[in-house]
């Protein structure tokens, strides 16, 4: 069994501090890119190679963005002159006029699955639905996905960057993509090397049904710099999914990027270079500028019950006959929708009313073992690509911390790497932190339900 967790200096390939010099707002005793503790290595962003390569200045375009943009037929663009540009709230999208889009959208999420862009990437999974989403697809996503500025006290985001990510359905991409068009008069798409032209495809759907090209980008965020970049401008949304689940230390970084950032901004001694800063606030700039959230959704995983009723309606699974529920269960755990556990949708936890889970679990285990062999729960390519890669190191960190809250491991996966991914615990309790708040990539827990009325 795998035992190791994520160390100090493995954890990002973001270091803190990045990008703060273009603003003015590098502060002695920060850490520097490459100040890691001996004998640690940098952890590359989700879906690169585990090595790091040498971060470029913001705004930089890489040759490869320069190459895509012009496959692509949009005009190469600098990042840091896109995220300063003036904005123009009448080019913002209105959630009336969504809808005419989602049919464009689908179809450009579509296209890299069809011509077979994904294969490297998702392997026999490129070809689930989760890939080619229709339009009625993406407008439920829509409908279930919150614009960025919900729950804002103030929202005046001059730009809104959308980081794309392997493991979430790509209706989900299309419904974040135009609550970003809803919020702000540009937006910067932030590619991923694991989701190739994916970004280049929509953006060209998007001018193609009318959207203005001047706002939209797209960028490469294999090294972070595009991310640590949006994270340092107040005044710039960051709308991402979870790619830190256990740990969260990317994301405490980014936080304090863009904390500092504000700073640099509200810490201005002149008024006149206050505003020429942060445009004309209230009061000439003696009140700075609320920072524009960056906004993490969390995982779409989703938990399925058996003997408690009322089963929320899909959720419910059939006590009656708890062989073909265990099958269903694998399937949607860690089935190839599900990218073998490691899709942001795949079902994580199973309620279980505590007389029938020991039999349960034995159907589980029967058909765990029946599986264990069949590439079809295996996980995709962009797992499996190093043993060392971000999202099995949070497999390992999660391992732990659930170990160390009491659960029981009754069953774990070895990847040909040797790397432990698949793991099923149970006794697991309400009172643990992997029964709510926590989401561990790769597992499934097994919650016994003492209490059905406070459950539901």
């Not at 938990?303 to 959720?315: H, K, N, S, W």
Request: glycine share 12%; net charge negative; proline share 7%.
């Amino acid at each position: 069994m795998s035992t190791h967790a994520r160390a100090r200096g493995a954890d990002s390939g973001l270091p803190f501090g990045a990008g703060l010099e273009d603003h003015g707002l590098g502060k002695p005793g920060l850490e520097e890119p490459g100040q890691e503790e001996p004998g640690q290595e940098g952890r590359a962003p989700q879906g690169a190679d585990a090595t790091t390569s040498t971060p470029r200045s913001p705004g930089a375009g890489s040759s490869r963005e320069r190459e895509a943009a012009a496959s692509s037929g949009r005009r190469p663009v600098e990042l840091k002159s896109f995220l300063d540009g003036e904005g123009d709230e009448r080019t913002v999208v209105d959630p009336g006029e969504a809808g005419g889009l989602m049919a464009t959208m689908a179809r450009a999420l579509a296209s890299a699955a069809a011509q077979g862009r994904l294969d490297g990437t998702m392997g026999p999974a490129a070809a689930d639905a989760r890939f080619a989403p229709g339009a009625a697809a993406v407008e439920a996503a829509w409908r279930t996905t919150g614009a960025l500025s919900d729950g804002a006290s103030s929202w005046s985001a001059t730009a809104v960057a959308v980081v794309l990510q392997p493991s979430e359905p790509f209706a989900h991409l299309g419904a974040r993509v135009l609550r970003a068009l809803e919020c702000a008069p540009r937006v910067l798409l932030i590619a991923h090397a694991e989701l190739p032209g994916v970004g280049d495809d929509l953006r060209a759907a998007l001018v193609a049904a009318g959207v203005e090209g001047s706002r939209l980008a797209v960028f490469d965020g294999g090294d972070g710099t595009a991310l640590r970049e949006a994270a340092s401008h107040p005044s710039v949304g960051v709308d991402l999914v979870d790619f830190d689940p256990v740990e969260g230390r990317t994301l405490d970084r980014l936080r304090r990027l863009r904390a500092l950032a504000g700073q640099g901004v509200a810490d201005l001694a002149d008024a006149e270079a206050r505003v020429q800063a942060d445009g004309e606030w209230f009061g000439l700039g003696a009140i700075g500028r609320p920072l524009t959230p960056i906004v993490v959704r969390p995982p779409l995983a989703r938990q399925l019950t058996l003997g408690i009723e009322p089963a929320p309606p899909g959720f419910g699974l059939c006590e009656e006959d708890l062989a073909e529920s265990a099958e269903q269960v694998v399937d949607q755990a860690f089935g190839r929708g599900a990218l073998g556990g490691f899709a942001s949708d795949a079902v994580t936890r199973v309620l279980v009313r505590p007389q029938l889970l020991s039999r349960f679990t034995a159907c589980l285990l029967e058909t765990l073992e029946e599986a264990e062999g069949d590439p079809w729960f295996a996980p995709p390519p962009w797992v499996q690509r190093a043993p060392r890669t971000p999202v099995l190191r949070d497999v390992a960190a999660g391992r732990r911390r659930v170990l160390d809250e009491g659960a029981t491991l009754i069953h774990e996966r070895r990847l040909p790497s040797q790397v432990t991914c698949g793991l099923v615990l149970t006794n697991v309790e309400r009172r643990m932190k992997i029964a709510g708040e926590m989401y561990v990539p790769g597992t499934l827990f097994l919650v016994r339900a003492l209490d059905s009325e406070g459950e539901r």
